[in-house]
C-alpha cells in the first residue's frame, strides 16, 4: 500500500489525477490534512472514492509554529495509519509533507519519495533558514527526490548549494495536462488571425505589465495585431499597467473555466504570451501549444529546460526589447516556427498515464 501525504490535496485536482492513476497499479491511501470544514470530502470520488483520509486540524496557532505544526500533522497520520502499515510513502511536497514522510518512515521502517513544489523554494527555503538542517535530512533520507521543472531544480542547486548537496537521486516529472487538451490537440494547420494571448490570473508575477509593455513597443513600430488577455478584470489591467485606458488592440475577456472558450482563443491566436516572474511549469504553455500557439515565456522558470523547439524562445522577464523582437518574428514566421509533430511529440509525455509511470520508476524502494 502507498500512503501519500498531501496538504494541498483539496487546493487542486493534479494531485487527484496523479493518484487516480497510480491506483490502477497499487492500493493506496490518500492522508489529507485540512483546516477548513468546507475542504472535507472534496475529490472523494471515483475510484477515489473511500480512499481518503481527511485530517481536520486547526491553523490558527500552528501557522506561527511550523515545526511544531508538521510534528502534529504527522501524529495525525500515524493515527490514521496505525495497525495497517504502509508499503511505501509518497510526499506531495518537501517540507509540509516530507517532513512527516521523514518521521514515519523512521516509525514504520519504510522508504518514502517527495516532491519539491513551488512554495518549497519560494517560501520554506528562505523563511526558515534555521530549519535547513532537518530539510537536508528528508532530502537525503528520500529514494528520490522529485521536482516539477528544470527550472526548480537549477534555482534549488543555485540558490541552496549545501542543502541540493544531500539529494542522493532525482527527477524531473512535469505535471500532466487534462485529457481534454490532448483529445483536441491540432493534427492539421489552422488558419490564424494575427493575435497574441494569454490566459492566466492578472497579477504582479504573471507579469501583465510586461506583456502589454512588449506588445507596445511592436505596436509604435507600426505591427498591427491584438492582445487578448483572459483571466481577470479592466480595473485589474488597468492598476497592473499604470494606464488610464485600455488601448483599441487590447481586449479583456473575463475568467472563465469553459475550456471551449480558452481552446476557441488559442486557436485563434498565433503566440501565447506569458513572461513570468516565476512559474513553477506551467501547463497553460502545453495547452497553449497543443493547439498551435508559439510560446513566448521566461528564461530561467516553468518550460524552460523542458520545451526546446523554434516554436518557443525565453526572454527575462523585464527584457521588454528582446521580447518584442520575438513577438515580431512568431507573428510574422508563424508558419516556419509552429511544428504539429514536435509540438504533438512533447504532448505525449505529458498524459496522466505517461506521468504515472514516470513516478513508479522514481519510487526506487516500492519495488523491492
Keep these: 500500500m502507498i500512503a501519500h501525504i498531501c496538504n494541498n490535496f483539496v487546493v487542486s485536482k493534479v494531485h487527484y489525477n496523479l493518484i487516480s492513476k497510480l491506483e490502477e497499479s497499487f492500493e493506496q491511501i490518500v ?58 510513502l509518497l510526499a506531495h511536497t518537501m ?80 505535471n500532466a495536462i487534462s485529457d481534454f487538451w490532448l483529445e483536441n490537440k491540432l493534427i492539421n494547420v489552422v488558419e490564424k488571425r494575427n493575435q497574441v494571448c494569454f490566459v492566466g490570473k492578472f497579477d504582479q508575477n504573471k507579469n501583465i505589465d510586461g506583456i502589454y509593455r512588449a506588445s507596445k513597443l511592436l505596436i509604435d513600430d507600426g505591427e498591427k495585431f491584438e492582445l487578448k488577455l483572459l483571466g481577470g478584470t479592466h480595473k485589474q489591467f488597468l492598476r497592473l499597467t499604470g494606464l488610464e485606458f485600455i488601448p483599441g488592440w487590447v481586449e479583456i475577456i473575463p475568467r472563465t473555466t469553459d475550456k471551449k472558450v480558452i481552446r476557441k482563443l488559442y486557436l485563434d491566436s498565433k503566440i ?60 510574422n514566421n508563424y508558419d516556419c516556427a509552429y511544428n504539429i509533430r514536435i509540438a504533438n511529440y512533447y504532448l505525449s509525455k505529458l498524459s496522466w498515464g505517461e506521468v504515472a509511470k514516470k513516478y513508479l520508476e522514481a519510487m526506487v524502494g516500492l519495488h523491492k
Design 31 to 88: 492522508l489529507v490534512p485540512y483546516r477548513d470544514s468546507k475542504q472535507y470530502g472534496i475529490y472523494d470520488e471515483g475510484v477515489l472514492a473511500g480512499k481518503i483520509s481527511y485530517l481536520k486540524f486547526s491553523n490558527v496557532v500552528l501557522k506561527y509554529f511550523p515545526l511544531v505544526k508538521v510534528f502534529f500533522i504527522t501524529y495525525l497520520c500515524f493515527k490514521e495509519l496505525e495497525g495497517r502499515k504502509p508499503k511505501y
Design 95 to 174: 517540507w509540509s509533507d516530507g517532513v512527516c514522510a521523514y518521521l514515519l518512515s523512521k516509525i514504520f521502517g519504510v522508504k518514502y519519495t517527495l516532491v519539491v513544489r513551488n512554495t518549497d523554494i519560494n517560501v520554506f527555503l528562505p523563511r526558515l533558514p534555521h530549519y535547513r538542517i532537518l530539510m537536508s535530512r528528508v532530502l537525503a533520507h528520500a529514494d528520490s527526490v522529485i521536482f516539477v521543472s528544470h527550472a526548480h531544480r537549477r534555482r534549488f542547486r543555485q540558490q541552496y548549494p549545501n542543502t541540493y548537496a544531500h539529494i542522493c537521486r532525482s527527477v524531473v516529472i512535469p
Design 272 to 331: 501565447f504570451f506569458m513572461p513570468s516572474h516565476a512559474e513553477t511549469f506551467g501547463l497553460v504553455y502545453l495547452e497553449a501549444l497543443s493547439q498551435g500557439c508559439s510560446i513566448l515565456a521566461t528564461t530561467g522558470e516553468g518550460v524552460d529546460g523542458y520545451l526546446e523547439a523554434k516554436s518557443v524562445r525565453f526572454n527575462k522577464a523585464i527584457d521588454y526589447k528582446g521580447m518584442k523582437d520575438d513577438l515580431y518574428h512568431f507573428l
